[in-house]
């Protein structure tokens, strides 16, 4: 006889199983559509119409916990808000949150593609269900299987949405928009997979650990850790520098390592495709070795100063900001506008363009007008009167 302290059927969460995952799978346990289970468990309580992996708040967790018999601890390990203070500093409920990717929900629609999925690891499992590393954007492809992670639907290009998978679906592994069973599609799998699953596997390592030892620095922080990785992808991803400095560094990388990618620019690292994103992380893993002498160098050779690796940063971790500000740190010296006439009269004695940069690498500055009131034509209107 039922005694009504438990659910009829309350199956665990499995390893890194995500919240909304094992609320589907509890839904159909329990022979019920996923909208008719939540309204019984919670009356009048929205659960769909928001990114449940993100919002769940104590109501929703001590419930599910108290009704399938699992520790609430666990419970709350199911959820994204679990990693803050380990991937990142601050969890945004309600907005976007640096490293986890964005489902976009609008009036219950999902437009973004912030649920990925290694397809055979779905084809192996018992019962099929959706990890919780999979919504993490540095996470491209799987350790296991040796293949790259799916973010649509390769038929119907899709989201990935298997909340909406009716209960009469065998699987939630079906396609909500046009019944594709994921197990059965075919991956990818690029060269030098190994260097992503290598790196991969250290940053995982770095979030379950909670630090990680930084060369000439020693233990850090994994948040601390993870702020610099994100900017160094975001400097890669976004901005007027970035498609420069990606043909910089590919220069330096086997070719072949791009074969077949299609680079996406877009605003924000969370919001590009599982190729973008899996070609940031083969940069930032070759930007990383050998910290931070590696970094320095090609800093240097490609005119990188600390103006260009800390903008947007408000409070840079030490163990970085300690490199950039000894060794990319160089503020011009003051240049006296004798200098500029003197430097200018030269160069047209000798017949050679005067200009704002012809100027500065005479004078061994990088900007000589930056934050100067003064015109360059004044300048050599100046130059012109005196000769």
Not at 1 to 7: A, N, T
Not at 36 to 53: G, Q, S
Not at 326 to 332: C, K, Q
């Amino acid at each position: 006889m039922l005694s009504g302290r438990f659910w009829p059927s309350h199956p665990k969460p499995q390893e890194d199983e995500l919240l909304s995952s094992w609320l589907v799978r509890l839904a159909r346990s329990n022979g019920l559509r996923l909208h008719t289970f939540c309204d019984i468990a919670w009356p009048h309580k929205a659960i769909w119409n928001r990114d449940i992996d993100k919002s769940a708040d104590d109501q929703i967790l001590t419930l599910i916990a108290a009704k399938t018999a699992t520790p609430i601890k666990r419970a709350f390990q199911t959820t994204l808000q679990a990693y803050e203070s380990w991937l990142y500093e601050k969890h945004n409920p309600a907005g976007n949150t640096k490293w986890i990717m964005p489902v976009g929900i609008y009036h219950r629609i999902r437009r973004r593609y912030g649920m990925q999925c290694c397809t055979r690891c779905l084809a192996d499992d018992t019962e099929p269900y959706f990890r919780r590393p999979w919504r993490i954007a540095f996470v491209t492809a799987c350790e296991i299987h040796k293949c790259m992670l799916i973010d649509k639907c390769p038929s119907c290009d899709s989201p990935i949405i298997y909340h909406r998978c009716s209960l009469d679906l065998e699987s939630i592994s079906l396609c909500s928009g046009c019944g594709l069973d994921l197990r059965k599609c075919e991956v990818h799998a690029y060269d030098h997979l190994d260097d992503i699953l290598n790196f991969q596997k250290h940053l995982l390592g770095t979030l379950n650990n909670g630090w990680v030892n930084v060369a000439s620095i020693g233990p850090v922080y994994s948040h601390l850790y993870f702020d610099v990785l994100h900017h160094f992808m975001r400097l890669f991803a976004t901005g007027k520098l970035s498609m420069r400095l990606r043909g910089n560094i590919k220069s330096y990388i086997d070719e072949n390592r791009y074969d077949g990618l299609q680079f996406q620019q877009g605003k924000y690292f969370e919001f590009l495709n599982v190729e973008a994103r899996y070609f940031l992380g083969l940069i930032s893993d070759w930007l990383l070795m050998e910290w931070p002498d590696r970094f320095i160098w090609f800093c240097r050779k490609h005119s990188l100063f600390s103006s260009n690796l800390l903008r947007d940063m408000t409070q840079p971790p030490y163990w970085y900001w300690r490199v950039v500000m000894e060794a990319l740190y160089h503020p011009d010296r003051i240049v006296t506008e004798g200098e500029i006439q003197e430097a200018a009269r030269f160069m047209e004695k000798r017949g050679i363009p005067i200009s704002e940069a012809s100027l500065s690498k005479m004078l061994g500055v990088r900007q000589v007008f930056r934050k100067r009131m003064i015109k360059l034509d004044d300048s050599i209107a100046t130059v012109n009167h005196c000769g």
